[in-house]
């Protein structure tokens, strides 16, 4: 395993400190920082911080992408088959996998159950998404029905319009479907 760099080794109060602060600096004036860091008790050189804060930016960077992503298939696609949360399933696996490579993390210092018990409830989440879906279905289309009988009861001339309209509605309902 390749040596940790030095500011991964800072106390974790201080490691936060460090994220944000890079961060907050826009990932520059690393003298600066070195300094600023070393009069919070943490020694670290400013070369060696903007190794790590140039690795930070890119994985930072990484995930805006990808949650950009997210959110233009989440806005472009309906999820009817749940396929959105398989693939979050698949890329959360992935993406764990990377960043348990990447970041160089003693896996023996990971608690594996956690991470599957999170990943687990994200897809567990849209069972209830699932079921309330197949209700709204079943009562839209009751209801449909329900209407559909009542236009046979209308006078002759309001039939044509009533169905003309029942169509426009069936359509949009089928193309939610």
Excluded at 39 to 57: I, N, P, Q, T
Aim: hydrophobic share 45%; proline share 4%.
């Amino acid at each position: 395993m390749p040596k940790r760099k030095a500011a991964e080794l800072l106390p974790p109060e201080l490691k936060e400190w460090l994220d944000a602060e890079l961060v907050r600096r826009g990932f520059a004036d690393y003298v600066q920082l070195a300094a600023d860091l070393k009069a919070k008790g943490g020694d670290v050189s400013k070369s060696a911080l903007h190794r790590y804060g140039s690795v930070f930016e890119e994985r930072l960077a990484r995930l805006r992408v990808s949650t950009e992503q997210a959110r233009a298939v989440v806005a472009a696609s309906p999820d009817d088959d749940d396929a959105m949360s398989q693939a979050l399933l698949r890329l959360t696996q992935q993406k764990t996998m990377d960043l348990l490579i990447d970041a160089e993390i003693d896996p023996t210092k990971v608690d594996f159950n956690k991470l599957t018990l999170n990943v687990s409830r994200m897809v567990r989440a849209s069972l209830p998404m699932k079921k309330w879906q197949s209700e709204l279905r079943h009562k839209a289309a009751t209801k449909l029905k329900a209407v559909e009988a009542e236009v046979d009861g209308m006078p002759k001339d309001a039939q044509a319009v009533a169905r003309e309209m029942l169509s426009k509605v069936r359509a949009v309902y089928e193309g939610a479907i």
